[in-house]
């Protein structure tokens, strides 16, 4: 699916909308279970889940928005310095120690779900 940026009209907050194709998706049932895994799982180190909608064939996922972008992006643009590597690493784990508390498996570790806050928060995104 796409991505892209919105702003929520009732508090003005800047938000990604993933749209997810439910005709050309096969994976589409592992979307619902991101949406059921986000809604039950929050988590500093975990994107917040803000809604969902079903809008023609498309399921619209609306989530956090992360205005540093995803960690694929940072490192094919830059080098990061070992305590840098090592920061992200640890909230990385963090959030992941949290979903296996939770018996939950992310399945899709990977530089493109590592999302990044200008303000130093490292957050996991999803797995469709």
Do not use: P
Not at 7 to 12: F, S
Not at 47 to 73: C, H, I
Not at 78 to 101: K, N, P
Request: glycine share 8%; hydrophobic share 40%.
């Amino acid at each position: 699916g796409t991505v892209c940026m919105a702003v929520e009209t009732a508090t003005g907050e800047e938000v990604a909308i993933k749209k997810i194709s439910l005709l050309q998706d096969s994976s589409s049932e592992l979307c619902v279970n991101e949406i059921q895994v986000m809604r039950a799982n929050k988590n500093a180190n975990l994107v917040n889940y803000v809604d969902s909608y079903l809008v023609d064939e498309e399921l619209w996922l609306v989530m956090e928005y992360m205005d540093g972008g995803s960690l694929q992006d940072v490192i094919r643009e830059t080098r990061m310095a070992e305590g840098e590597i090592a920061a992200v690493s640890r909230e990385c784990l963090q959030g992941l120690d949290f979903l296996h508390s939770k018996r939950v498996i992310h399945r899709d570790i990977k530089s493109h779900n590592i999302l990044l806050g200008l303000d130093g928060s490292v957050k996991l995104g999803g797995c469709c």
